[in-house]
């Protein structure tokens, strides 16, 4: 087994509990709440653009707020994504991580991230962005939790 395919196992563990955030917030709490920033959209739309974004190789080159014509952090809740939108980003998100890692070899896992200043190698950049999936996964379950709602299965 190499290191990418290590890696993309583990991108399959985070894909299934982000989509399970789809599946189990009720309707009327999913663009809403009392803090901005726990709105469930939100938390999950800026989490799989965080993904998208680590796949290029220079993130000056992201589109970043272009896949729903705003920011994440700049939207209104009549502008967050809806579950059906958010779906269809994870899909395209998963198929282009994985057409992103599955040819690298454990040398080119290894090789040093020329455009990217805070991270040593592809690896080290991509075992970060699954931190950071899995710090916006816990983020979510708690405020799912404290509102009294189902929480994704670990």
Same mark, same amino acid.
Request: hydrophobic content about 35%; proline content about 6%.
């Given at each position: 087994? *190499?290191? @990418?395919?290590?890696?993309?196992?583990?991108?399959?563990?985070?894909?299934?509990? %982000?989509?399970?955030?789809?599946?189990?917030?009720?309707?009327?709490?999913?663009? *809403?709440?009392?803090?901005?920033?726990?709105?469930?959209?939100?938390?999950?739309?800026? *989490?799989?653009?965080?993904?998208?974004?680590?796949?290029? !190789?220079?993130?000056?080159?992201? !589109?970043?707020?272009?896949? +729903?014509?705003?920011?994440?952090?700049?939207?209104? !809740?009549?502008?967050?994504?809806?579950?059906?939108?958010?779906?269809?980003?994870? &899909?395209?998100?998963?198929?282009?991580?994985?057409?992103? %890692?599955?040819?690298?070899?454990?040398?080119?896992?290894?090789? !040093?991230?020329? *455009?990217?200043?805070? +991270? &040593?190698?592809?690896?080290?950049?991509?075992?970060?962005?699954?931190?950071?999936?899995?710090?916006?996964?816990?983020?979510?379950? @708690?405020? %799912?939790?404290?509102?009294?709602?189902?929480?994704?299965?670990?």
């Amino acid at each position: 087994m *190499t290191i @990418a395919q290590t890696i993309l196992g583990e991108f399959d563990h985070g894909w299934n509990m %982000l989509s399970a955030v789809i599946e189990i917030t009720p309707d009327e709490h999913w663009a *809403t709440g009392e803090d901005d920033y726990l709105i469930p959209a939100r938390l999950l739309w800026h *989490t799989i653009e965080a993904i998208d974004c680590n796949r290029y !190789p220079n993130s000056d080159d992201f !589109p970043w707020g272009e896949h +729903f014509g705003t920011g994440w952090g700049k939207a209104t !809740p009549d502008q967050l994504p809806t579950k059906k939108q958010l779906a269809t980003y994870i &899909s395209e998100t998963k198929q282009a991580v994985i057409d992103y %890692l599955k040819p690298k070899t454990d040398e080119q896992m290894m090789t !040093p991230e020329p *455009t990217c200043k805070w +991270f &040593s190698s592809i690896l080290h950049k991509t075992t970060y962005i699954l931190r950071h999936t899995h710090q916006h996964i816990g983020e979510i379950n @708690a405020e %799912l939790r404290r509102r009294g709602l189902e929480r994704t299965k670990w």
